[in-house]
């Protein structure tokens, strides 16, 4: 089935240890990002990327990297994890038309102990 | 720096009635989304609204769009269980970069 796919769907950390979390999408969308979702504050963007080879920061980077080598993937790495970062990520993608609207996996459920 | 605040943060309604959610956003923007999102799930698309004046509607939720006063307002019609999630306006404040409202969670009741 067409979209984003994103892995594990559950995973437990300890403080320090490093991660990648998947993302891949199959609807060739340019654009792709990623969010953190903490209870009463809303999603807010980490990074994200207009294309193949080219990302930018969001609006709470710090922790993170991210790269993007192909169009469909698009994977989010925690360098040493920290409580903090126990939150739920979801992975987004859009294509390039305007009246688009994103299209959201089925989220990452993080704890960091 | 784009902020984006939605109203009331929470809602609950009975079965039959109306009620709007606002959704106002502090600078330019041209494009303003409305998600769904319900308890441990992912985010569902409802509308995308791309110009003034506009004005998109499924079913018993209609989304409407004020650039001027930097406004969207999504209105409930004669709520019905199902409803009931958490609803998210996000605007883009440039690029791709989205900004999202802290969510209103409507519980509907019988």
């Known amino acids: 089935n067409a979209g984003v796919t994103q892995t594990p769907k559950f995973q437990v950390l300890k403080t320090g240890q490093s991660m990648t979390l998947q993302c891949a999408q199959d609807?060739?969308?340019?654009?792709m990002s990623w969010y953190r979702q903490d209870p009463g504050m809303g999603l807010r963007l980490i990074h994200y990327?207009?294309?193949?080879?080219?990302?930018d920061q969001g609006e709470v980077p710090n922790g993170y990297n991210v790269s993007r080598s192909t169009t469909e993937d698009f994977p989010l790495r925690l360098l040493s994890a920290a409580p903090s970062q126990t939150s739920v990520y979801f992975c987004?993608?859009?294509?390039?038309?305007?009246?688009?609207?994103?299209?959201f996996g089925s989220g990452t459920r993080l704890t960091v102990v | 720096e784009l902020k984006v605040e939605q109203n009331p943060l929470f809602l609950s309604m009975q079965e039959g009635k109306n009620y709007t959610i606002y959704c106002n956003y502090s600078t330019t923007s041209d494009r303003l989304y409305w998600y769904r999102q319900d308890p441990g799930k992912s985010l569902e698309s409802l509308f995308v609204l791309l110009s003034n004046g506009a004005v998109k509607q499924e079913g018993r939720l209609m989304a409407s769009l004020d650039t001027k006063a930097r406004l969207s307002t999504l209105h409930i019609t004669a709520a019905v269980h199902d409803l009931s999630a958490t609803y998210f306006c996000?605007?883009?404040?440039?690029?791709?970069?989205?900004?999202f409202g802290k969510g209103t969670k409507l519980t509907v009741n019988p």
């Open positions: 996000l605007t883009q404040g440039g690029s791709e970069k989205l900004v």
């Open positions: 609807m060739n969308h340019e654009y």
């Open positions: 987004a993608s859009r294509g390039g038309h305007s009246y688009g609207g994103y299209t």
């Open positions: 990327s207009v294309g193949a080879g080219i990302t």
